[in-house]
């Protein structure tokens, strides 16, 4: 879906600065429950312009991040210069500059309901974390993308939505693919993933000016968070 944020690279960065969809709900319960990194090395997958990295470097963590944008590389690498290191690389394909077992945290923040097939990355995953390594996911909830899709999208089917995204007074259509819980467990558990804890964080109202907004985001979950941990004893997912 490179097209859809080569548009708008910049307008997306410079909004995240204070969208209160990421400042106050996202990235607050990705870090919840990522728990204490200091010293601990972490992956930001899809950083974007770097917002989440440098949250996690603030906290005392080595940060690696890639996006597949490069003007958003380019954003990052001037956010927070050689205080983490940024390389633009697709998700999807195998990464072979990141070592095997060389990270204790992968945070994959509202970036895998891009891909139509999870388990390319998250066997990629697998593989650079270390055993009983952590692994977080922010995607959209499928239950609100049946509400946003029109018409109405098929809960249990995995299927490619458009969404209009309104920026910088534009229009932008995003594509996105949705699939259901049980598509995301499944993938999670062929990856050799263990499902932890799947979170249900209250948007703090004080966040937000728009309380239309507000309320509709309050009336169910608009992300599904996952907390999840690589196998302890070091077996890796075949394939």
Known sequence: MLADYGQMADLYADDAAFDPIKVSYDRPTILGMAGEVRGKRVLDVGCASGGLSEAFVERGASVVGVDLNPRLIERARGRLGSRAEFRVADIAAPMPFLETGSFDVVAAS???????????????FARILRPGGVLLISTHHPTQDVMIAT?????????????????????????????????????LADAGFLIERIPEPVPDPTAFSDRAFYDRIRR??????????SPPGGERASG
């Open 151 to 187: 018409p109405p999208a098929p809960y249990f089917e995995t299927v490619l939505l458009t969404d209009t995204w309104r920026k910088g007074g534009r229009e932008f259509q995003v594509r996105f693919y949705h699939r259901p819980i049980s598509a995301i467990v499944d993938a």
């Open 220 to 229: 169910g979950p608009w992300f599904l968070f996952i907390r999840a941990v």
């Open 110 to 124: 509202l970036v895998l309901h891009y891909l139509a097939d999870w388990g390319p990355p998250l066997r990629e």
